[in-house]
């Protein structure tokens, strides 16, 4: 039995979920992502307050909901609940990705309308926080050996103010990307916590079986 | 609202009822148009005079929107007109809104009209175009002199429905105007238009929700008076309804657009000219309008320049020398203009350029600066102002200059750093100064001025002094630099030497010196690196001088306040000198130099505490330099209440009186002067003693106190006391600020009055036995020997052997145990034996013995063994008494034979006796009758040592027989007993303790 528990011992450093010297896999930057979201998440809370704010009421009012006339190009986040179970790992991060490449873009045209030195400094801060979100994106796609989705040539999304907008509708706009982008971070935390639970490798616990012979 | 017209003011409106005519019927239309032809027709061919009046129409009416200046623009023409006629007309002009009955404007429009010519006509709404749909219709009238009265109004045009609601596009609701930018103070309508009826509208400017008036089912208005400036972002007006439908739009309030202030132009080179101005508000909105610009427009050129900064402009100057400008400056947004304009001479407009600044020549005191100022041109006067900062003042010098400058700075300090600066403006046409130029610059350094105000403490110990050197650093004016060492020669003024100076480094403020008894005569100088300030000069006399009496000093709120007896003779000066911490031991020599006419100082120091002891020592300064002392003088700058009461002790405590002293406290300690001290005692059965009163302590309790006046005094003898009694006693300081803490009392008792005299007695008696004792432990021998010296033993006498050796061999000593007895000898207690307990001093007397009574026991010859016969011993350890049952007297015994068995039961009886006595005894023992029984134990023969003990259990043999004795505790079988010894055993006996 001493024979056998020693060689158990000998081979417990070869088993993959004790084994802590080799490839830590797409764990880890999984987690940092998830990080990510949430710290993004608190860094726009802010960064909205202050936005809505210099765009003046209703648009700060917490309760204001208004329709969302021109916003119809920002990318939905919300999604049925059964579609986003059953997405694939690999459509899940496409879809964030994709989602934070046109945000971004649009966040940067926002940044540069903002009329306050102040503002544009938040807005700036912030899309070097996110460009951070969606490189590391794609590194879980890179070590997940998903292809990073290619933009199309010529339809880069712009966030120009649209002649035949009104002022209000461009309001509007600027509103919905927010609200939009705060409704992106939620769930990136969610698919982000999903992936890291399935990521997780099985728990670590060996179990011994000794046979009592003449016991 | 209003209306515009193109070439003409509107008309009055006029009596509408008068001038309208009911709706032209076709056929009086008919003939009408065939009148006016004709009457055209025969004008043309005869003169220019009209002879009658035609009503001409207006036609091809046509609306157009400006929806943004919420403008409709009406054109028509008057076909009827001949060519090349003119005709003077009016035009009545009506419109509604929303239907043609609801007429909202109607104006007249009175013009000249020419053949052909398109007539145009605005008019401004409150209300958004888009709002509400509007009709437009217009009529005429020939109102020229030449046509004849009566002239009739023509027929009303056809209404012309404006509609601009089709810019509501595919979105289901709006709010108009879009994107309005107003200025501030203005007066705004806005309306909510949605393709479904509205019910409970809500809008809301910038989150305040507003009046709301419904023009039609789909129309709602509200109007906003004085609108006001919110962020540059516009104000939100956001309206809502059931059913959702949500629309807003953006107010954009520009702030007005203010006229530039301070609008100046100045050249420095006659090359440019630099305008400046004060813009004002920002009136720039986000996404609506920028900020406003500024335009530079200058008259005589005919020139202009859109300036790209807020604030200032350059303007180049044209080589032509123009010398005259007039300048218009233009701030314009998208609202408003606003223009300011100067007129000037460009030679009256010169600021010269910032000079550049030098310095040349800095010595200790002087300085020369130069500076140039780079062309003006022309060779223009310039007048400049020369500014010195330094040592916290400011000096101003005038100058007159043409390109270069300079100035002589005189009267500087040395080794100081000051600041000089320069400005000029043009001496001939005064404009501006120009901007500062300065610089910093140092004064080289010079020799210290002044002798370093020096002093000395003289210490002397076994004939040797240590003289310590101390001296103030020299003030900045009289070091001019900085001081690199002290030099000290020490001179004797005994015995001529060799001067040989000693370098101190700076800053060092004190020296030592070891000196003898002679004279010296110290020189103290102070150095820098230019040169030596004058020696200070101090004697230290061999005398070593006289003491004075300490003296108080009075103390003001300025300080200590110090005055002393003018010395006659030959002082040079006084000095005062004190110690600013001799609280801490580091004293921190202080002194003060007073002239010789002076006779009092006040001496204040930030180092003075409150409660501490300063002494101040006034010397006089003789000629030849020697410093001797004055006066002392010594006090506190506050006194504080002490801190600490004396330790006192008690002394000559008698039965009624004792003394109480304590001694003086260090000086150092006290907070203030003691000015005595106050004993408290307190009081027995509420009496004070004589001189004490009575006083209420600070914790409220009445007790006695003895003032004692004099602080010298250190002792105090409390009398009139009672013996054996309890007295607290408690003494503390008294000063002018009051007296020390309240402490313990502390308790006395004072002794019995006899008590002397009892140990007066009772030392000498222990004394004295404690020697007898002592002498009787040394001769113990000598004692045993006479008191109780050692039985003698038989087996060990010499005699037996002297005996034995010379007369008989077979001679023997007969053994006990061989011994039969034939009697006992019981000793019995006459009436007169007693035994006496007195109190605690008991004494057991054997007061008579009588004569003892014997029992013989008579040996049975046949088994007697024995050698011979028995020897008996009365041993005194044990006293024997026989009962008192009777049967204990000499008790006969019959003459039986004598048997072994016999002698038991005759040993038996008397056991028995023994042990019923014994037991009688454990009762009360009526005094006079028995004592204690005891038997005398005799030698055993099972042990040559009376001492040992019994190895074997006790066997009943012959001769030691007895079964039972009692021992009396050594004290009482020891001869010599002492009273306190015989006192604790009979104590034990009577407690019952009993040993067998």
Same mark, same amino acid.
């Given at each position: 039995m001493l024979a056998c528990l020693c060689t158990v011992l000998w081979h417990l450093p070869a088993v993959p979920a004790l084994n802590r010297t080799g490839d830590p896999g797409p764990g880890p930057s999984i987690q940092k992502t998830y990080d990510l979201t949430r710290y993004l998440e608190h860094q726009l809370r802010s960064l909205a307050g202050t936005y809505l704010n210099y765009l003046g009421p209703p648009f700060n009012e917490p309760d204001f909901n208004p329709p969302r006339l021109g916003a119809e190009t920002l990318p939905r986040a919300t999604v049925n609940l059964d579609v986003w179970q059953n997405l694939s790992d690999k459509l899940r991060l496409t879809q964030n990705y994709e989602a934070y490449s046109h945000l971004l873009c649009y966040l940067r045209g926002l940044n540069r309308q903002a009329a306050t030195a102040e503002l544009r400094r938040s807005l700036a801060h912030f899309c070097t926080s996110l460009q951070g979100l969606l490189g590391s994106i794609a590194g879980v796609m890179a070590a997940l050996g998903y292809p990073l989705p290619q933009p199309l040539p010529g339809t880069e999304p712009t966030w120009s103010p649209d002649p035949a907008h009104s002022d209000f509708l461009q309001k509007m706009d600027d509103f919905w990307l927010l609200k939009e982008l705060q409704t992106w971070l939620w769930r990136s935390a969610k698919d982000f916590n999903r992936l890291k639970k399935k990521m997780q490798p099985p728990a670590a616990a060996v179990t011994l079986r000794l046979e009592a012979h003449g016991f | 609202m209003g209306a515009r017209s193109s070439g003409a003011e509107s008309m009055e409106p006029r009596a509408l009822l008068l001038t309208q005519k009911p709706e032209p019927m076709a056929l009086f239309a008919f003939f009408q148009t065939i009148l006016l032809l004709v009457s055209l027709s025969l004008r043309t061919c005869q003169s220019e005079v009209l002879s009658e009046p035609l009503p001409l129409t207006p036609e091809s009416l046509d609306v157009s929107i400006n929806s943004a200046q919420r403008c409709l623009h009406l054109q028509w023409r008057v076909h009827s007109l001949a060519y090349h006629q003119e005709l003077k007309m009016v035009f009545q002009i009506e419109i509604s809104r929303i239907n043609t009955s609801n007429v909202i404007w109607v104006d007249y429009y009175s013009t000249t009209v020419k053949w052909n010519q398109v007539l145009h006509w605005s008019w401004e709404s409150e209300l958004p175009l888009e709002c509400a749909t509007h009709f437009v219709r217009i009529r005429s009238r020939v109102d020229d002199a030449r046509v004849p009265e009566p002239r009739f109004w023509s027929n009303w045009s056809s209404w012309k429905e404006v509609n601009e609601q089709n810019s509501l596009g595919h979105k289901a609701s709006s709010v108009f105007p879009v994107d309005k930018l107003v200025e501030e103070g203005s007066n705004v309508t806005i309306c909510y238009i949605s393709r479904s009826h509205q019910n409970n509208v809500s809008?809301?400017? $910038?989150?305040?929700?507003?009046?709301?008036?419904?023009?039609?089912? *789909? =129309?709602?208005?509200?109007?906003? *008076?004085?609108?006001?400036?919110?962020? #540059?972002?516009?104000?939100?007006?956001?309206?809502?309804?059931?059913?959702?439908?949500?629309?807003?739009?953006v107010l954009f309030v520009s702030k007005v657009l203010e006229e530039p202030k301070d609008f100046s132009c100045e050249t420095q080179d006659f090359k440019t000219l630099h305008c400046t101005w004060d813009p004002g508000s920002d009136t720039s909105l986000v996404r609506k309008q920028p900020y406003q610009s500024y335009t530079l427009f200058e008259s005589f050129s005919g020139e202009k320049r859109l300036c790209e900064h807020k604030n200032w402009c350059d303007w180049q100057i044209a080589q032509d020398s123009q010398e005259m400008y007039n300048f218009t400056l233009v701030a314009e947004n998208y609202l408003r203009k606003r223009s300011v304009n100067i007129l000037f001479n460009l030679t009256h407009r010169v600021r010269p350029m910032t000079p550049k600044v030098f310095f040349k020549n800095i010595s200790a005191t002087n300085a020369t600066m130069t500076w140039r100022v780079h062309s003006t041109g022309n060779h223009r006067t310039l007048l400049c102002q020369i500014e010195l900062h330094g040592e916290g003042k400011v000096i101003q010098h005038n100058a007159s200059i043409k390109v270069n400058g300079e100035y002589l700075l005189s009267e500087l300090e040395p080794d100081t750093q000051y600041m000089a600066r320069v400005h000029c403006g043009d001496a001939n046409h005064f404009w501006k100064w120009s901007e500062w130029s300065g610089e910093n610059f140092t004064t080289l350094e010079a020799a210290p001025s002044e002798a370093p105000d020096v002093w000395r403490d003289v210490k002397s110990e076994l004939g040797n002094r240590t003289v310590t050197l101390f001296w103030k650093p020299l003030s900045k004016s009289h070091a001019n630099g900085k001081i690199r060492f002290y030099n000290v020669i020490v001179e004797n003024l005994d015995k001529p030497s060799e001067l040989e100076p000693v370098p101190i480094p700076a800053p060092a403020n004190h020296t030592k010196l070891a000196l003898d008894q002679c004279s010296y005569r110290i020189h103290v100088t102070a150095n820098n690196s230019v040169g030596t300030s004058p020696a200070s000069v101090i004697v230290i006399s061999g005398d070593p001088g006289n003491q004075v009496e300490e003296e108080r000093v009075n103390v003001t709120a300025d300080g200590f306040s110090l005055s002393w007896k003018p010395q006659s003779g030959d002082v040079t000066g006084y000095v005062v000198e004190w110690c600013d911490r001799p609280q801490d031991g580091s004293c921190d020599l202080q002194w003060e130099n007073l002239g010789p006419n002076t006779t009092s100082t006040v001496i204040s120091s930030d180092a003075f505490r409150p409660g501490v002891r300063y002494n101040f020592r006034i010397y006089g300064i003789s000629t030849k330099r020697i410093a001797y002392l004055l006066e002392q003088k010594t006090g506190y700058s506050q006194e504080l209440a002490p801190l600490v009461n004396p330790q006192v002790v008690m002394s000559n405590l008698t039965s009624h009186s004792f003394t109480l002293s304590w001694k003086d406290y260090p000086t150092e300690t006290q907070r203030s002067f003691i000015r005595g001290y106050h004993v408290y005692l307190k009081p027995k059965e509420g009496q004070c003693h004589p001189g004490f009163e009575k006083a209420a302590l600070s914790d409220n309790s009445v007790c006695c106190k003895y003032k004692?006046?004099?602080? #010298?005094q250190k002792t105090f003898v409390v009398e009139n006391l009672q013996p054996e009694s309890i007295y607290e006693f408690f003494v503390t300081p008294f000063t002018s600020v009051g007296e020390g803490p309240l402490d313990a009392f502390t308790k006395v008792t004072t002794p019995d009055e006899h008590s002397h005299l009892l140990i007066r007695i009772i030392l000498p008696t222990v004394f004295c036995v404690v020697l007898i004792m002592i002498v009787c432990y040394l001769n113990s021998q000598w004692m045993k020997e006479k008191c109780y010296p050692d039985i003698p033993d038989p087996y060990k006498s010499s005699v037996l052997s002297l005996i034995k050796s010379k007369e008989n061999p077979h001679l023997t000593i007969m053994s006990v145990k061989d011994c039969i007895p034939d009697a006992i000898e019981v000793i019995n207690k006459p009436e007169g034996s007693k035994i006496q307990f007195s109190g605690t001093r008991n004494s057991l007397t054997e007061t008579e013995i009588t004569k003892p009574a014997y029992l013989y026991l008579l040996p049975a010859e046949k088994n007697y063994s024995g050698p011979g016969p028995c020897i008996c011993f009365e041993n005194f350890t044990y006293n024997q008494a026989a009962s008192n049952s009777g049967s204990c007297g000499h008790v006969p015994v019959p003459p039986t034979a004598p048997s072994q068995r016999g002698l038991l039961t005759s040993l038996e009886n008397l056991l028995k006796a023994l042990e019923k006595n014994y037991m009688n005894s454990q009762g009360e023992i009526p005094a006079g009758e028995t004592t204690l029984n005891y038997v005398s134990?005799?030698?055993?023969?099972? /042990?040559?040592?009376?001492?040992?003990?019994?190895?074997?259990?006790? =066997?009943?043999?012959?001769?030691?027989?007895?079964?039972?004795?009692?021992?009396?505790?050594?004290?009482?079988?020891?001869?010599?007993?002492? #009273?306190?010894?015989?006192? /604790?055993?009979?104590?034990?006996?009577?407690?019952? $303790?009993h040993h067998h």
């Amino acid at each position: 039995m001493l024979a056998c528990l020693c060689t158990v011992l000998w081979h417990l450093p070869a088993v993959p979920a004790l084994n802590r010297t080799g490839d830590p896999g797409p764990g880890p930057s999984i987690q940092k992502t998830y990080d990510l979201t949430r710290y993004l998440e608190h860094q726009l809370r802010s960064l909205a307050g202050t936005y809505l704010n210099y765009l003046g009421p209703p648009f700060n009012e917490p309760d204001f909901n208004p329709p969302r006339l021109g916003a119809e190009t920002l990318p939905r986040a919300t999604v049925n609940l059964d579609v986003w179970q059953n997405l694939s790992d690999k459509l899940r991060l496409t879809q964030n990705y994709e989602a934070y490449s046109h945000l971004l873009c649009y966040l940067r045209g926002l940044n540069r309308q903002a009329a306050t030195a102040e503002l544009r400094r938040s807005l700036a801060h912030f899309c070097t926080s996110l460009q951070g979100l969606l490189g590391s994106i794609a590194g879980v796609m890179a070590a997940l050996g998903y292809p990073l989705p290619q933009p199309l040539p010529g339809t880069e999304p712009t966030w120009s103010p649209d002649p035949a907008h009104s002022d209000f509708l461009q309001k509007m706009d600027d509103f919905w990307l927010l609200k939009e982008l705060q409704t992106w971070l939620w769930r990136s935390a969610k698919d982000f916590n999903r992936l890291k639970k399935k990521m997780q490798p099985p728990a670590a616990a060996v179990t011994l079986r000794l046979e009592a012979h003449g016991f | 609202m209003g209306a515009r017209s193109s070439g003409a003011e509107s008309m009055e409106p006029r009596a509408l009822l008068l001038t309208q005519k009911p709706e032209p019927m076709a056929l009086f239309a008919f003939f009408q148009t065939i009148l006016l032809l004709v009457s055209l027709s025969l004008r043309t061919c005869q003169s220019e005079v009209l002879s009658e009046p035609l009503p001409l129409t207006p036609e091809s009416l046509d609306v157009s929107i400006n929806s943004a200046q919420r403008c409709l623009h009406l054109q028509w023409r008057v076909h009827s007109l001949a060519y090349h006629q003119e005709l003077k007309m009016v035009f009545q002009i009506e419109i509604s809104r929303i239907n043609t009955s609801n007429v909202i404007w109607v104006d007249y429009y009175s013009t000249t009209v020419k053949w052909n010519q398109v007539l145009h006509w605005s008019w401004e709404s409150e209300l958004p175009l888009e709002c509400a749909t509007h009709f437009v219709r217009i009529r005429s009238r020939v109102d020229d002199a030449r046509v004849p009265e009566p002239r009739f109004w023509s027929n009303w045009s056809s209404w012309k429905e404006v509609n601009e609601q089709n810019s509501l596009g595919h979105k289901a609701s709006s709010v108009f105007p879009v994107d309005k930018l107003v200025e501030e103070g203005s007066n705004v309508t806005i309306c909510y238009i949605s393709r479904s009826h509205q019910n409970n509208v809500s809008c809301y400017l $910038d989150g305040v929700r507003m009046h709301v008036e419904q023009l039609d089912p *789909n =129309v709602s208005a509200f109007h906003v *008076n004085n609108v006001a400036f919110v962020r #540059e972002t516009g104000t939100n007006i956001f309206c809502e309804m059931d059913p959702k439908d949500d629309a807003g739009t953006v107010l954009f309030v520009s702030k007005v657009l203010e006229e530039p202030k301070d609008f100046s132009c100045e050249t420095q080179d006659f090359k440019t000219l630099h305008c400046t101005w004060d813009p004002g508000s920002d009136t720039s909105l986000v996404r609506k309008q920028p900020y406003q610009s500024y335009t530079l427009f200058e008259s005589f050129s005919g020139e202009k320049r859109l300036c790209e900064h807020k604030n200032w402009c350059d303007w180049q100057i044209a080589q032509d020398s123009q010398e005259m400008y007039n300048f218009t400056l233009v701030a314009e947004n998208y609202l408003r203009k606003r223009s300011v304009n100067i007129l000037f001479n460009l030679t009256h407009r010169v600021r010269p350029m910032t000079p550049k600044v030098f310095f040349k020549n800095i010595s200790a005191t002087n300085a020369t600066m130069t500076w140039r100022v780079h062309s003006t041109g022309n060779h223009r006067t310039l007048l400049c102002q020369i500014e010195l900062h330094g040592e916290g003042k400011v000096i101003q010098h005038n100058a007159s200059i043409k390109v270069n400058g300079e100035y002589l700075l005189s009267e500087l300090e040395p080794d100081t750093q000051y600041m000089a600066r320069v400005h000029c403006g043009d001496a001939n046409h005064f404009w501006k100064w120009s901007e500062w130029s300065g610089e910093n610059f140092t004064t080289l350094e010079a020799a210290p001025s002044e002798a370093p105000d020096v002093w000395r403490d003289v210490k002397s110990e076994l004939g040797n002094r240590t003289v310590t050197l101390f001296w103030k650093p020299l003030s900045k004016s009289h070091a001019n630099g900085k001081i690199r060492f002290y030099n000290v020669i020490v001179e004797n003024l005994d015995k001529p030497s060799e001067l040989e100076p000693v370098p101190i480094p700076a800053p060092a403020n004190h020296t030592k010196l070891a000196l003898d008894q002679c004279s010296y005569r110290i020189h103290v100088t102070a150095n820098n690196s230019v040169g030596t300030s004058p020696a200070s000069v101090i004697v230290i006399s061999g005398d070593p001088g006289n003491q004075v009496e300490e003296e108080r000093v009075n103390v003001t709120a300025d300080g200590f306040s110090l005055s002393w007896k003018p010395q006659s003779g030959d002082v040079t000066g006084y000095v005062v000198e004190w110690c600013d911490r001799p609280q801490d031991g580091s004293c921190d020599l202080q002194w003060e130099n007073l002239g010789p006419n002076t006779t009092s100082t006040v001496i204040s120091s930030d180092a003075f505490r409150p409660g501490v002891r300063y002494n101040f020592r006034i010397y006089g300064i003789s000629t030849k330099r020697i410093a001797y002392l004055l006066e002392q003088k010594t006090g506190y700058s506050q006194e504080l209440a002490p801190l600490v009461n004396p330790q006192v002790v008690m002394s000559n405590l008698t039965s009624h009186s004792f003394t109480l002293s304590w001694k003086d406290y260090p000086t150092e300690t006290q907070r203030s002067f003691i000015r005595g001290y106050h004993v408290y005692l307190k009081p027995k059965e509420g009496q004070c003693h004589p001189g004490f009163e009575k006083a209420a302590l600070s914790d409220n309790s009445v007790c006695c106190k003895y003032k004692i006046d004099k602080p #010298e005094q250190k002792t105090f003898v409390v009398e009139n006391l009672q013996p054996e009694s309890i007295y607290e006693f408690f003494v503390t300081p008294f000063t002018s600020v009051g007296e020390g803490p309240l402490d313990a009392f502390t308790k006395v008792t004072t002794p019995d009055e006899h008590s002397h005299l009892l140990i007066r007695i009772i030392l000498p008696t222990v004394f004295c036995v404690v020697l007898i004792m002592i002498v009787c432990y040394l001769n113990s021998q000598w004692m045993k020997e006479k008191c109780y010296p050692d039985i003698p033993d038989p087996y060990k006498s010499s005699v037996l052997s002297l005996i034995k050796s010379k007369e008989n061999p077979h001679l023997t000593i007969m053994s006990v145990k061989d011994c039969i007895p034939d009697a006992i000898e019981v000793i019995n207690k006459p009436e007169g034996s007693k035994i006496q307990f007195s109190g605690t001093r008991n004494s057991l007397t054997e007061t008579e013995i009588t004569k003892p009574a014997y029992l013989y026991l008579l040996p049975a010859e046949k088994n007697y063994s024995g050698p011979g016969p028995c020897i008996c011993f009365e041993n005194f350890t044990y006293n024997q008494a026989a009962s008192n049952s009777g049967s204990c007297g000499h008790v006969p015994v019959p003459p039986t034979a004598p048997s072994q068995r016999g002698l038991l039961t005759s040993l038996e009886n008397l056991l028995k006796a023994l042990e019923k006595n014994y037991m009688n005894s454990q009762g009360e023992i009526p005094a006079g009758e028995t004592t204690l029984n005891y038997v005398s134990q005799l030698a055993s023969p099972m /042990s040559g040592d009376k001492d040992s003990l019994p190895t074997d259990p006790p =066997v009943p043999a012959l001769c030691s027989e007895y079964k039972m004795q009692m021992a009396i505790p050594l004290g009482l079988a020891s001869p010599p007993l002492s #009273e306190n010894s015989s006192v /604790s055993s009979v104590t034990l006996l009577d407690q019952g $303790d009993h040993h067998h």
